[in-house]
């Protein structure tokens, strides 16, 4: 649902959101779009906030160098530039790259929520020093029953619990390491005492797990790694967080 509901806002509200956002940030402000993929959803944005520059940030490079080039032929009187970033470590960008106006930092999607508290705090201060008195737009999932949280990281068609696998041939191709998926299940609940959705791998069984230099790691049959959080907000939470 966050990506669905995301778009309707933004389909619905557009134009209102942009207005007040370039109340804030001024006319034509640099466009700070923080993991920003494919660039889609900024692209989208561009006839309603006509941003002076585009800064698109992310971790996977190549995957960026792509998308870039694409909306780039698409508008070609645009100013881009791509930044591969962890800012999960640290957001800080050169001066060179923003410019001196005051920026408008785009953050949707609902990715703060991968971060716990204090670290969201952390990376909520650096986007207020990277916008130079500009402007943020961002996105949060809310708070909501357990049933929906629970079906959209458990979806039927299990594309999150491939999503959640995945870590495991990651780990192969990195550590040399010999994960089998197969034995392992992905796992998702939502904790509403820290009103956060957790993922999981479960052992399926008991195994062993060796990787490159000959170190191994016994897991017990229904013993668990800890691959991500998702915390959901409060309207009033999030708010108190951002003051």
């Known amino acids: 649902y966050p990506t669905r509901t995301e778009a309707a806002i933004f389909a619905r509200h557009g134009a209102a959101i942009a207005a007040e956002a370039l109340r804030i940030a001024g006319p034509a402000p640099p466009l700070i779009d923080l993991g920003a993929g494919d660039c889609a959803k900024a692209a989208r944005l561009f006839p309603l906030l006509r941003p002076g520059r585009y800064v698109a940030v992310d971790i996977a490079v190549e995957f960026l160098r792509e998308a870039l080039l694409r909306l780039q032929a698409a508008h070609p009187g645009l100013a881009m530039l791509g930044v591969g970033l962890d800012f999960s470590q640290r957001l800080v960008l ?105 993922m999981h791998l479960e052992a399926r069984e008991a195994l062993a797990v060796r990787w490159r230099g000959g170190d191994e790691r016994r897991f017990a049959a229904g013993e668990r790694i800890h691959t991500e959080n998702s915390y959901k907000w409060t309207p009033e939470g999030f708010a108190a967080l951002l003051r």
Do not use: C
Not at 178 to 194: K, L, T
């Open 94 to 198: 050169a001066p060179h790259i923003t410019g001196d106006a005051p920026a408008l930092v785009f953050y949707p999607g609902s990715s703060l929520g991968n971060f716990a508290p204090d670290d969201a705090l952390r990376l909520l201060r650096e986007a207020r020093a990277l916008a130079r008195g500009g402007a943020l737009l961002i996105g949060i999932d809310l708070v909501k029953p357990r049933a929906v949280l629970e079906a959209a990281y458990d979806d039927a068609l299990g594309v999150t619990a491939a999503f959640n696998l995945n870590v495991l041939r990651n780990l192969n191709r990195r550590l040399g390491a010999d994960f089998e998926p197969r034995q392992w299940r992905h796992v998702a609940f939502y904790d509403a005492m820290h009103a956060r959705i957790e």
